[in-house]
């Protein structure tokens, strides 16, 4: 058999071979650090034996698809130490998850904190042990006899939802065994640097209607430097954790008489309409037009675009005059109606159509957390309609739109192309078409991207892009995704240059994706020190005392007359108070005047990014804010570059 690697080299054996042997083959180091197999496309154990002429990749922890055996091994690890510890535990599931991995548990006790560190100290030991790994297989019903006997009710549950003939996969190391498809490690030894990072509850299957349990989460990695360098990362991230920051700066806040819906206050609808004038600006330049399209529309009109059979567990519901209507959950139905509105000619084409539109979205209460999963946002849609001709062109354009508005903010990305997933509609042949097209139109601006197998949208392919902030977390924001099933659905027709009817494709495409949400992404990004530019109040005036309120007025007027957005800081508190509240509040400028100021027509300026910057003309302070705020300046990126290049 003939093994084709990743590197394009190959190899050919005379026998069936282990992914296993044939890293050891190609080197003992390989062997060491491999996690697990991708072959063809799928990942597998190391386990598994190649008969057969393949592509094969060796996975490793710095591979994305390598690190989940290797932080699967470590659920089962702890899932072990837990057995050992408190045998009466019972144990539901433990997958790997992005950035670590949890298990699932059920006790009469439950755990607390101070259990997680005797649970830590027990996975210890478990390691230094090097405890063989070890994989097979059992028929269903031994298999449902053998967690029977375990008095383990999670897992026979699970087992007597698989078909009859179903063949059930096993790991075990030690005296524990599970349930598991894997992949998984060779041995125990490998997971050297983990930590339990969390307590939480979880339904039992993600049901409110079965019985809660308790979640251990928790990360692995190969060594202890990559798990102090995440650790310390964690504690960056609750630092600037945008629910504590927003009530801190008046952003925002939820409550219980509306789970999952944000209230914003002033400071935050200042902070998000500053985002959505900027959104307007830039889409005007790009030749997009504006609509605003009803928040409930009736059960038909989501039957036809399909989201009535796809998404009716997430979308609200009422009745109205004895007809079913439905909140929507998305924009590009209320869109087709418009584009229908009229006759179109392939003259008219494209139209871009933006819509700032609110939408609403079932989500579990258990996954609600502050404005990064909502049930109420307002996405930045827009639908454009468009020939085949004019397909690459208007996705490229979208992707400089996009890149536009993530290097201004300072946001590094990654773009991945996801095809198509199982639950889909449509032709084999029109899938293929828009999925060439998206390809094509990334191939010819040569943005790297790799390929998201079956997670695209079920009426198209779409092209996702992952942003990284500024502590190295990512976060999926803007999509672009081409759609050749709703005009289709919708009979949307265009007449084109031979006097013809055809049918116009679709592009649905987000930039921020949901405001609320990429409000939440920028409070954690700049850690509530925002650009002057979309800072709620850019400027606090702070007179040194009573004595020179009038003068201090006088400058808020200015500043106010300039567009400049500035508040005035009165009280009767001593000015290093009002300096440090104003810096805990992250305004970018700060102006103290006094006798000397007042006398001389100045201000003495302070700001976030330099400290005191001595005293100013007034209107020269002003001119130069002015032009901060014009260019979308990030002053603070640049004073630390400056910093770093002088050093």
Same mark, same amino acid.
């Given at each position: 058999m003939k093994i084709t690697l990743k590197d394009g080299s190959s190899k050919e054996y005379q026998q069936p071979m282990s992914v296993y042997d044939i890293a050891l083959d190609i080197s003992e180091g390989l062997a060491r650090v491999a996690t697990s197999g991708e072959i063809d496309g799928e990942v597998v154990d190391l386990r598994t034996i190649v008969d057969k002429d393949c592509e094969l990749s060796i996975l490793t922890f710095n591979d994305e698809k390598g690190k989940g055996a290797f932080r699967h091994t470590a659920s089962h690890i702890m899932a072990q130490a837990i057995k050992r510890l408190y045998p009466d535990t019972k144990l539901a599931i433990g997958p790997s998850i992005? $950035?670590?991995?949890?298990?699932?548990?059920?006790?009469?006790?439950?755990?607390?904190? =101070?259990?997680?560190?005797?649970?830590?100290?027990?996975?210890?030991?478990?390691?230094?042990e090097n405890l063989e790994i070890k994989q097979y297989t059992m028929p269903r019903n031994e298999a449902i006899?053998?967690?029977?006997?375990?008095?383990?009710?999670?897992?026979?549950?699970?087992?007597e939802d698989l078909p009859e003939d179903e063949t059930i996969s096993f790991y075990s190391q030690g005296e524990f065994t599970d349930l598991c498809a894997g992949p998984h490690l060779m041995t125990t030894k490998p997971v050297k640097a983990f930590k339990l990072t969390s307590l939480a509850g979880a339904y039992w299957r993600g049901?409110?209607?079965?019985?809660?349990?308790?979640?251990?989460?928790?990360?692995?990695?190969?060594?202890?430097? =990559?798990?102090?360098?995440?650790?310390?990362?964690?504690?960056?991230a609750k630092k600037r954790d945008h629910r504590k920051l927003g009530k801190e700066l008046g952003l925002f806040m939820m409550r219980e008489e509306g789970p999952g819906f944000p209230f914003f206050l002033p400071n935050g609808m200042v902070l998000k309409n500053t985002l959505l004038?900027?959104?307007?600006?830039?889409?005007?330049k790009a030749g997009y037009v504006e609509i605003s399209t009803p928040i409930m529309l009736s059960r038909h009109l989501w039957e036809t675009s399909g989201h009535w059979d796809h998404y009716k567990e997430n979308m609200y519901t009422t009745v109205i005059d004895d007809e079913d209507f439905a909140i929507k959950p998305m924009n590009c139905p209320g869109g087709i109606l418009v584009y229908e509105s009229e006759p179109r000619s392939y003259r008219d084409l494209p139209i871009r159509m933006g819509e700032l539109g609110l939408v609403h979205r079932h989500e579990k209460s258990g996954q609600l957390h502050g404005l990064m999963r909502v049930r109420c946002f307002t996405q930045d849609d827009a639908h454009i309609f468009m020939t085949p001709e004019q397909i690459r062109e208007e996705i490229k354009g979208v992707v400089r739109l996009i890149d536009e508005v993530y290097s201004l903010f300072g946001f590094k990305y990654h773009v991945e192309l996801s095809t198509r997933p199982e $639950?889909?509609?449509?032709?084999?042949?029109?899938?293929?078409?828009?999925?060439?097209?998206l390809r094509n139109a990334l191939d010819d601006i040569g943005?790297?991207?790799?390929?998201?197998?079956g997670d695209g949208a079920f009426y198209g392919p779409k092209i996702d892009f992952h942003l990284e902030d500024s502590i190295g977390r990512t976060w999926q924001c803007g999509t672009i995704q081409l759609d050749f099933q709703?005009?289709?659905?919708?009979?949307?027709?265009?007449?084109?240059?031979?006097?013809?009817?055809?049918?116009?494709?679709?592009?649905?495409?987000?930039?921020?994706?949901?405001i609320e949400r990429f409000i939440g992404i920028l409070i954690e990004h700049f850690a509530g020190a925002f650009p002057t530019w979309l800072a709620p109040v850019q400027v606090k005036v702070l007179p040194i005392s009573d004595k020179h309120a009038d003068y201090a007025a006088k400058v808020l007027d200015e500043l106010?007359?300039?567009?400049?957005?500035?508040?005035? $800081?009165q009280r009767a508190e001593k000015i290093g108070y009002k300096i440090r509240e104003a810096q805990l509040k992250k305004i970018p400028y700060m102006l103290v005047v006094g006798a000397k100021e007042e006398e001389e027509g100045k201000v003495s300026v302070r700001s976030r990014f330099e400290g005191d910057e001595g005293s100013k003309e007034l209107s020269a302070f002003i001119a130069e804010i002015k032009e901060e705020i014009a260019l979308k300046s990030l002053r603070e990126t640049k004073v630390r570059e400056d910093k770093k290049n002088d050093k």
């Open positions: 992005a $950035d670590g991995f949890y298990y699932d548990v059920d006790r009469d006790t439950p755990l607390t904190a =101070e259990d997680l560190e005797k649970i830590e100290a027990e996975m210890k030991k478990i390691v230094k006899a053998y967690f029977k006997e375990k008095n383990e009710p999670y897992k026979v549950e699970l087992i049901s409110e209607k079965n019985k809660m349990l308790q979640r251990i989460y928790g990360t692995a990695f190969p060594k202890k430097a =990559e798990l102090d360098e995440y650790l310390t990362m964690m504690e960056e004038d900027y959104w307007r600006e830039i889409h005007r $639950d889909s509609m449509g032709s084999d042949e029109d899938w293929e078409m828009a999925t060439d097209a943005l790297p991207y790799v390929v998201n197998e709703l005009p289709l659905r919708f009979d949307l027709e265009y007449t084109g240059a031979d006097g013809e009817k055809h049918r116009p494709i679709m592009i649905h495409r987000v930039v921020f994706g949901s106010n007359a300039a567009g400049i957005r500035a508040e005035i $800081d």
